[in-house]
């Protein structure tokens, strides 16, 4: 039978414990959550802030805050010009879904980046796409 020294006994255990509060910390760390995804500024939501007074330049620094793309249709937009929609806020609607399309045409081909609030399909981060899909040059 083999004796061990003191020092060395400690010097395992020690080593051990600190193993074993790496792992914990490491644990602790990964369980976090991930950010919260913003919501997108919906075609509700802007009808409601347009009906309550805000300010169109406040509107459009919502929506690109929120990096919310639009995927309207044609009829869709007509739809909204027609019923009050102010063109700075269609016009930003649209650019942010071509330069969405430009950058990754497959976006325009599958529902399967975008998510479906009411009537209407949305992109971006709240659709959980990288922040440089949605802004930039």
Same mark, same amino acid.
């Given at each position: &039978?083999?004796?061990?020294?003191p020092?060395?006994?400690?010097?395992?255990?020690?080593?051990?414990?600190?193993l074993? %509060? %790496?792992?914990?910390?490491?644990?602790?760390?990964s369980?976090?959550? $991930?950010?919260?995804? $913003?919501? $997108?500024?919906?075609?509700a939501?802007?009808?409601?802030m347009? #009906?309550?007074?805000?300010?169109?330049?406040?509107?459009?620094?919502? &929506?690109?805050?929120?990096?919310?793309? /639009?995927?309207?249709?044609?009829?869709?937009?007509?739809?909204?010009?027609?019923?009050? &929609?102010?063109?700075?806020?269609?016009?930003? &609607?649209?650019?942010? /879904? #071509?330069?969405?399309?430009?950058r990754?045409?497959e976006?325009?081909?599958?529902?399967?980046?975008?998510?479906?609030? +009411?009537? /209407?399909? /949305?992109g +971006?981060?709240?659709?959980?796409? $990288?922040? #440089?899909?949605?802004?930039?040059?």
């Amino acid at each position: &039978m083999t004796v061990r020294s003191p020092s060395r006994l400690l010097a395992f255990l020690a080593l051990a414990y600190l193993l074993l %509060a %790496a792992c914990a910390a490491q644990r602790e760390h990964s369980s976090v959550a $991930p950010a919260t995804r $913003p919501q $997108p500024v919906t075609v509700a939501k802007l009808q409601t802030m347009l #009906d309550e007074g805000e300010a169109i330049p406040v509107i459009l620094g919502e &929506m690109e805050s929120s990096g919310t793309v /639009y995927r309207l249709t044609l009829a869709e937009r007509d739809a909204l010009r027609e019923e009050g &929609m102010p063109a700075a806020i269609l016009s930003w &609607m649209q650019e942010s /879904y #071509d330069r969405a399309i430009r950058r990754h045409p497959e976006l325009a081909k599958s529902n399967d980046r975008w998510i479906k609030v +009411g009537d /209407y399909w /949305y992109g +971006g981060l709240p659709a959980g796409w $990288p922040r #440089d899909w949605v802004s930039g040059p």
